[in-house]
């Protein structure tokens, strides 16, 4: 059996989700299917209702892929409620390198990515810093408050 895997984000700002996951994923935004001006055209021709279609919804695109077809597809679906607890999951990106790579070149790329990051919209809540056990993390949140780490 064939499957594939889509990760799909409650949010209620698809747009800013697709700008900031892009950016720190390294994805690029999914263009709406050939023929299709738009995924609100595509939605509207395949017959999903209108009252299923917020303002808005898929004037843009609201999902990202990787560009090397690798990653699974990740959507954006708008909500009404804001999030209000703590994510049961969450991206590790991982940028360092590998405990193979010395720590001091690892804590280098992971401030590096954390610093593009929070100028991509993102939180630095905290570096963790363990020589002992040779971990160096940044633990971050995006642009809506999900919690994800920079390894």
């Given at each position: 059996m064939e499957m594939t895997v889509q990760l799909t984000i409650d949010c209620s700002d698809p747009q800013r989700m697709v700008a900031f996951w892009a950016r720190a994923l390294g994805y690029v935004p999914e263009p709406a299917p050939d023929g299709y001006a738009t995924w609100r055209a595509y939605w509207?021709?395949?017959?999903?209702?209108?009252?299923?279609?917020?303002?808005?919804a898929g004037d843009v695109p609201e999902s990202i892929v990787d560009p090397t077809g690798r990653g699974p597809r990740v959507w954006f679906q708008q909500v009404p409620e804001p999030k209000t607890a703590k994510n049961r999951w969450h991206?590790?990106?991982?940028?360092?390198?590998?405990?193979?790579?010395p720590l001091d070149v690892r804590a280098r790329r992971v401030r590096d990515a954390a610093d593009r990051l929070v100028e991509a919209g993102a939180t630095l809540v905290k570096?963790?810093?363990?020589?002992?056990?040779?971990?160096?993390?940044?633990?971050?949140?995006?642009?809506?408050?999900?919690?994800?780490?920079?390894?």
């Amino acid at each position: 059996m064939e499957m594939t895997v889509q990760l799909t984000i409650d949010c209620s700002d698809p747009q800013r989700m697709v700008a900031f996951w892009a950016r720190a994923l390294g994805y690029v935004p999914e263009p709406a299917p050939d023929g299709y001006a738009t995924w609100r055209a595509y939605w509207e021709a395949v017959g999903v209702p209108a009252e299923e279609l917020p303002a808005g919804a898929g004037d843009v695109p609201e999902s990202i892929v990787d560009p090397t077809g690798r990653g699974p597809r990740v959507w954006f679906q708008q909500v009404p409620e804001p999030k209000t607890a703590k994510n049961r999951w969450h991206f590790d990106l991982k940028v360092g390198g590998g405990r193979d790579v010395p720590l001091d070149v690892r804590a280098r790329r992971v401030r590096d990515a954390a610093d593009r990051l929070v100028e991509a919209g993102a939180t630095l809540v905290k570096i963790r810093d363990d020589p002992g056990t040779g971990l160096y993390a940044a633990a971050m949140q995006d642009p809506e408050g999900n919690e994800f780490d920079i390894v």
